[in-house]
């Protein structure tokens, strides 16, 4: 016993297990579970069969399904540009020398603090078609003559329920570049100033090289917190009007448990399984640490 | 002490007590259901709760009761009303969770065979308060037997301001879809609109337009479960709902739920379907301009359609007990308590009629005559048409309501994004998917 507890590699393992349990059961095994019945027509209330691809194959042939696929991507390549977009400028902004730089940076990540349910029921008053505040400061000022109906038409509905994912997205991205942009070496920028680079330049041969890394790890979250976004949908919309705003993530609910078809539904939500994949592999290969970044040779 | 008495309550059968008429009925058993409570049994109990406060109030008063009178502990859990259904679901998957569970529409017909057969209380209740309505004997039984007890359903009716009407030159409100037509295009020229949701609102939403296209003769599906929503009845239900779409506020195709409560209260509409909520929100508002509006507020039936019947859809709820139950007796007693004139009266007081009951009896309730404005809600289940008409109820029935089908066709003829032709079509398609086997 004595020999087992000195022995590191026993030792290790024996630490590791809670937490190797806890995924095993917590992850795996409903991720594992979900797998297995997109490939069965298990219906509330009764286990299914395996059918192998038929609830794919159904999904393909489905409009709705296909049109929550065009959403999904839409939503996310969308909302992600301009997330890291803004969320770049933004920690642009916070990492320079301002006046009460610590309460302003406190006071970005609120949107990120306010649980998502509830600034999904803010928004949803911003944007319902009688009583939006911003159609009624538009008509006082005698900018619009109608209300805006921000969620009643297909694309204006996209393009509103993509503004509330970035307005909550954003502080996310800055903070964590903001933390990338203050672990790049002044010496660099001096450097750089030396040489007779301008700001722009500073920026593109310094700063972005630099925080690559991070933006990596950023986007790539970013990214699978937006493709698989449920509550601001299902808040603001239902996936109406139209089934304009519906994403994966919303459709499959909708099918496996109101709808009772819980292999149609989890075939629908292994399908977006694919994407992420891509998504993390494309950051984890593009985008990762290179060798000069820590002072090496590039190879 | 407390004891003996209850146990000499035990021997008492209800049917006996209640001098119940023994008629003939289903399966010729006795329309008799003794209390028989588990000793020491101990139920849990899953629902619902909306808009009216009473509702809940008065349910939970009635379940101690129960509990000091049977020594059965009661605990009951209220959620939101969406929540029910995937509780519910989940419940009769993993084989664990509340005894009862009332739930919505075709959920008992999505696992029958994990829920206790009821026919006992079915049949008892029935022959007690005058026989079920035919709507609610269609989502309580399952081949002949029951295997869900119809609570109720909360229903709807065309809500309306009455001077609004009256000033679009119409002394009463239509009772027929074309009159109904005229009215609308008379109060939107008088800037007094109507709004009825087309976004995914699970409940206004799949009412109204379930009603639309059964008013003229449209169905999703025949009595075999054959897709027929494509048919020259369903193209002119759509082409009503165009013309009738024009006349609403603009807006109306992202409306959920609550969205039209909120329009109407404000004045911004004049005319939308709804629970009795609005008008129990007027009353107990505090704030003065709405309260005013109460004795403006209208309720009058769907009009009635070429079909020539009424075609309306309301929310029913029903009681099921999971057969993982322990205390199977008690969970029986304790749902038919519930319906027992002595419970259900009350409840449905205190809920001002936000629940229609599905026994014939209960039309005696005071609650529906106290207020002339509460009338035109008893009506709501004898005139109620099942969501599945003219299929069956189970799992396409459900999925197709679950998926829209019905609202998104009429939206998107509604709002011309598609012809009429088109979106039955389309309707047709999504239909069959769930409909082909």
């Known amino acids: 016993m004595t020999r087992l507890l000195d022995n590191r590699n026993a030792l290790g393992l024996a630490f590791m297990l809670p937490a190797g349990v806890l995924l095993l059961v917590f992850l795996t095994y409903p991720l594992g579970l979900g797998t297995w019945l997109g490939f069965t027509d298990a219906k509330i209330g009764r286990s299914g069969e395996w059918v192998g691809l038929d609830n794919f194959a159904f999904l393909l042939g489905d409009s709705v399904a296909r049109l929550s696929l065009f959403n999904t991507l839409f939503y996310t390549v969308v909302a992600s540009t301009l997330k890291f977009a803004l969320g770049l400028w933004l920690a642009l902004l916070l990492n320079r020398h301002l006046p009460f730089k610590a309460f302003l940076r406190a006071i970005v990540l609120l949107p990120f603090i306010v649980p998502t349910a509830l600034s999904a029921i803010a928004f949803w008053w911003l944007y319902d078609s009688q009583f939006s505040v911003l159609s009624w400061a538009l008509a006082k000022a005698g900018l619009i003559d109608s209300y805006i109906d921000f969620l009643g038409q297909p694309w204006a509905a996209r393009f509103s329920t993509i503004a509330a994912n970035i307005w909550r997205g954003v502080p996310f991205v800055a903070i964590c570049l903001l933390a990338g942009l203050q672990t790049i070496s002044p010496s660099l920028y001096e450097a750089a100033a030396l040489d007779g680079a301008t700001d722009w330049q500073k920026f593109w041969h310094v700063t972005l090289p630099m925080l690559t890394p991070i933006i990596a790890v950023v986007m790539t979250f970013s990214v699978l917190f937006t493709f698989t976004d449920f509550q601001l949908i299902y808040v603001l919309t239902r996936g109406g009007p139209l089934n304009a705003t519906h994403l994966m993530a919303t459709l499959s609910f909708q099918r496996a448990i109101p709808g009772g078809a819980l292999g149609e539904g989890a075939a629908l939500a292994t399908a977006m399984v694919p994407f992420l994949l891509a998504a993390i592999l494309f950051s984890y290969f593009g985008l990762q640490r290179r060798a000069w970044q820590q002072g090496g040779a590039d190879r | 002490m407390s004891e003996m008495k209850r146990r000499d309550f035990l021997k008492i059968t209800a049917g006996l007590a209640a001098g119940a008429p023994l008629l003939a009925h289903a399966q010729g058993k006795p329309a008799s259901f003794t209390y028989r409570p588990e000793k020491g049994a101990k139920l849990r109990v899953l629902r619902w709760k909306r808009f009216v406060q009473g509702d809940e109030d008065a349910f939970m008063a009635h379940a101690k009761r129960f509990s000091d009178k049977f020594g059965v502990e009661v605990r009951v859990d209220n959620e939101g009303w969406e929540d029910v259904r995937p509780k519910a679901a989940v419940a009769a998957n993993v084989g664990s969770g509340p005894d009862i569970i009332y739930g919505w529409f075709d959920d008992p017909h999505q696992y029958p065979d994990k829920l206790l057969d009821l026919s006992d209380i079915g049949n008892y209740l029935g022959a007690k308060y005058g026989g079920w309505f035919p709507v609610a004997e269609i989502y309580g039984k399952r081949a002949g037997r029951w295997i869900a007890i119809p609570l109720g359903a909360a229903g709807a009716t065309f809500t309306h301001r009455i001077s609004h009407v009256q000033a679009a030159g119409f002394k009463e409100f239509p009772k027929e879809t074309a009159g109904f037509l005229e009215l609308c295009k008379a109060m939107k020229a008088k800037g007094t609109p109507p709004g009825f949701a087309l976004g995914n609102a699970v409940g206004d939403g799949n009412s109204w337009t379930h009603w639309l296209v059964w008013a003229f003769g449209g169905k999703l599906v025949d009595e075999k479960g054959n897709v027929a929503i494509n048919s020259p009845e369903t193209i002119r239900a759509l082409e009503y709902a165009k013309e009738l779409y024009a006349t609403f506020v603009p807006g109306t195709l992202s409306w959920l739920d609550p969205n039209n409560n909120k329009a109407f209260l404000d004045g911004q509409i004049s005319i939308t379907n709804n629970g009795i909520s609005i008008y129990y929100a007027a009353k107990n508002s505090a704030d003065a301009k709405v309260k005013d509006m109460v004795p403006d507020i209208g309720h009058a039936n769907y009009p009635i359609g070429p079909a020539g019947r009424p075609t ?126």
Not at chain 2, 323 to 342: C, G
Not at chain 2, 396 to 412: G, H, L, R, Y
Not at chain 2, 414 to 427: M, Q
């Open chain 2, 312 to 437: 309306e859809l309301h929310l029913m709820s029903q009681a099921m007990v999971f057969k993982y139950s322990k205390a199977p007796n008690a969970a029986k007693a304790f749902i038919a308590f519930m319906m027992e004139k002595e419970q259900y009266e009350p409840w449905q007081q205190a809920a001002i009629g936000y629940v229609t009951h599905p026994l014939k009896a209960y039309d005696a309730n005071p609650i529906w005559t106290v207020d002339p404005k509460h009338t035109p809600y008893r009506d709501c289940v004898a005139k109620m048409t099942p969501h599945s008409y003219a299929g069956p109820l189970g799992y396409a029935s459900a999925a197709a309501m679950a998926d829209f089908i019905i609202v998104n066709m009429v939206a998107e003829a509604a709002s011309g994004s598609k012809t009429p032709k088109e979106a039955a079509e389309r309707a047709a398609a999504r239909a069959n998917r769930y409909y082909k086997v």
